[in-house]
């Protein structure tokens, strides 16, 4: 079935390390993002990559990188400088934007993270 | 810029009691607008669309309304069942393209 696979679903993780979450997804979508989510806060855009090779900030790209080598994976690193990297992680895709579409974003099942 | 507001949860229902979640906007022309479901542990699913001024999406029972005039897209459903205990979102995207913007999100919980 075509959908968006992240992984790992649960991960832990001690201050001062990286971590890369891996989102892949097999619906031949070009426009990949990834999100956050915090209680009460719904969710706030880290970054997306419209096509292969390109990628922009969203509105909290502080502390994270990506990349966007092939089309079906966008990797999200959680990097030492993020403040407050505790959170659920969500990962869509999307045709591309602007494409005559109504835009509907496909989620995957978000991986949390948890900085002991 | 483009911004959603819902009413704040949680919302606390009993089960066939009739569910109404506000959701307002703010945009310029025409968004398209959604409203997303996030069961407990899980990713968010599109429960429903509209592209346009007076559209009615529907899926499960749920309705929403564009609504030009008042420029709001509330969801309802006539008779909740405790499976319909989740998060819900609203969302819109520019009619020129861009980013899904969401609203915070409404905790609905339905006790039997």
């Known amino acids: 079935d075509g959908g968006i696979t992240q992984s790992p679903k649960y991960l832990f993780r001690k201050e001062g390390q990286n971590v890369t979450l891996s989102c892949e997804q097999n619906?031949?979508?070009?426009?990949m993002y990834w999100y956050r989510q915090d209680p009460g806060q719904g969710l706030r855009l880290i970054y997306y990559?419209?096509?292969?090779?390109?990628?922009q900030k969203g509105d909290i790209a502080e502390g994270y990188s990506v990349s966007r080598e092939k089309k079906e994976s966008f990797p999200l690193t959680v990097t030492s400088a993020q403040k407050n990297p505790t959170a659920f992680y969500l990962c869509?895709?999307?045709?591309?934007?602007?494409?005559?579409?109504?835009?509907?974003?496909?989620f995957g099942e978000g991986s949390r993270l948890t900085v002991l | 810029g483009n911004s959603v507001t819902q009413m704040e949860g949680p919302v606390t229902l009993s089960e066939e009691a009739f569910l109404t979640i506000n959701c307002t906007y703010t945009?310029?022309?025409?968004?398209?607008l959604f409203w997303y479901v996030q069961y407990p542990g899980e990713g968010l699913q599109l429960l429903l669309k509209?592209?346009?001024?007076?559209d009615k999406g529907s899926n499960k029972g749920f309705e929403a309304t564009y609504r030009k005039e008042t420029t709001s897209f509330h969801l309802e459903k006539g008779s909740v069942q405790v499976s319909d205990s989740a998060v819900y979102f609203c969302?819109?995207?520019?009619?020129?393209?861009?980013?899904?913007?969401f609203g915070q999100g409404t905790e609905l919980s339905v006790k039997p």
């Open positions: 869509a895709s999307s045709m591309r934007l602007g494409q005559k579409n109504t835009g509907e974003l496909f």
């Open positions: 619906l031949n979508h070009d426009a």
């Open positions: 990559s419209q096509i292969v090779n390109d990628f």
């Open positions: 945009a310029t022309g025409y968004p398209s």
């Open positions: 509209a592209t346009k001024a007076d």
């Open positions: 969302a819109l995207r520019g009619n020129q393209g861009g980013k899904l913007i």
